[in-house]
């Protein structure tokens, strides 16, 4: 580790960077700042409700140039679902209009994010039952490709004594899946996992 890395728990003044490292790393792993209108809509369903609903379920990375990661996840992840909907979705509701259930081709990138805060997609039976706990860890490009997300992810499980852990991965993002896989999850193919954008990998 560099001297001037660590990983600690989240503090009230990091959302704002949670916001930023969503957005930077929202499109398969690259920065999708070009493609949002709104720069918090990747961060509203990703990273700022573990923030605001369960803080120590968090933890960020930082070097020199501050928080350059985080983690975030919930160890049930069925009771997270319910929570969410009794107290983060409804808000966003009401700030973003459903753009409907149309083809999602034609829809706009902050349309996509808030039909899935009007309508957002639940973990597959077959992943919660068994690795009920999930995880969302991002490092911007900077911060990459030293060990420091390895160390993140480690730091998380120690500090949350979870169990099997699943993930959810863009299926373009290949750099991800290859440092989940290193980690040693692997791809969920059970018959209610739907074929479609998103990888469901799971490590017991």
Same mark, same amino acid.
């Given at each position: 580790?560099?001297?001037?890395?660590?990983?600690?728990?989240?503090?009230s003044g990091d959302l704002e960077a949670l916001y930023a490292i969503s957005l930077a790393t929202g499109h398969a792993g690259r920065d999708a700042a070009h493609l949002y209108a709104d720069p918090k809509m990747m961060g509203h369903i990703y990273a700022a409700p573990y923030a605001v609903l369960s803080p120590n379920a968090v933890l960020v990375a930082e070097d020199g140039d501050g928080v350059v990661g985080y983690a975030a996840g919930s160890l049930d992840t069925r009771a997270w679902e319910e929570q969410l909907a009794r107290d983060w979705w409804p808000s966003l509701r009401v700030q973003y209009p459903d753009p409907g259930e149309d083809a999602t081709q034609a829809m706009t990138h902050d349309q996509r994010r808030a039909a899935m805060i009007h309508r957002p997609t639940r973990a597959p039976l077959s992943v919660v039952t068994r690795f009920?706990?999930?995880?969302?860890?991002?490092?911007?490009? #900077? *911060? =990459?490709?030293? +060990?420091?997300?390895?160390?993140?992810?480690?730091?998380?499980? #120690? *500090? =949350?004594?979870? +169990?099997?852990?699943?993930?959810?991965?863009?299926?373009?993002?290949?750099?991800a899946q290859r440092f989940w896989t290193k980690l040693g999850f692997a791809v969920l193919a059970d018959a209610d996992i739907p074929n479609g954008r998103t990888l469901w990998l799971g490590r017991a």
């Open positions: 580790m560099r001297p001037a890395e660590r990983i600690r728990g989240f503090a009920p706990a999930h995880l969302h860890l991002n490092l911007l490009p #900077t *911060a =990459q490709g030293r +060990g420091l997300g390895s160390r993140l992810f480690e730091a998380w499980r #120690t *500090a =949350q004594n979870a +169990g099997p852990i699943h993930v959810a991965v863009n299926n373009a993002n290949e750099n």
